[in-house]
């Protein structure tokens, strides 16, 4: 077990081992999470919103009817892919 200290302004530093296991570096971001019986950290990916947004784009312009159509209405698609996204992730 690997014991650390508060410091002043809260803060915390995670010694060498227990960065290693989550695999993080300077400037990752971590989630707490309150537990019954302590704090839980979990390491979150976080993308620039813009870059994602660009991303997304693309992923969008690449897709296409599996009957080989196009569709003209870019709306519907980007709707039916938000819904396909969200009842992935339940």
């Known amino acids: 077990m690997t014991l650390m200290r508060l410091r002043r302004?809260?803060?915390l530093t995670l010694p060498a081992d227990?960065?290693?296991a989550l695999n993080v570096k300077?400037?990752?971001y971590l989630?707490?999470?309150v537990m019954k019986d302590g704090v839980l950290?979990?390491?979150v990916s976080v993308?620039?919103?813009k870059r994602?947004?660009?991303n997304i784009k693309k992923a969008v312009a690449q897709v296409t009817d599996r009957n080989g159509r196009k569709s003209k209405n870019t709306i519907n698609d980007e709707e039916a892919i938000a819904r396909e996204i969200k009842s992935a992730r339940r």
Do not use: I
């Open 9 to 11: 302004a809260a803060q």
């Open 18 to 20: 227990v960065r290693r």
């Open 26 to 28: 300077d400037g990752d």
């Open 31 to 33: 989630e707490a999470q």
């Open 41 to 43: 950290l979990r390491p």
């Open 47 to 49: 993308v620039e919103r």
């Open 52 to 54: 994602a947004w660009t």
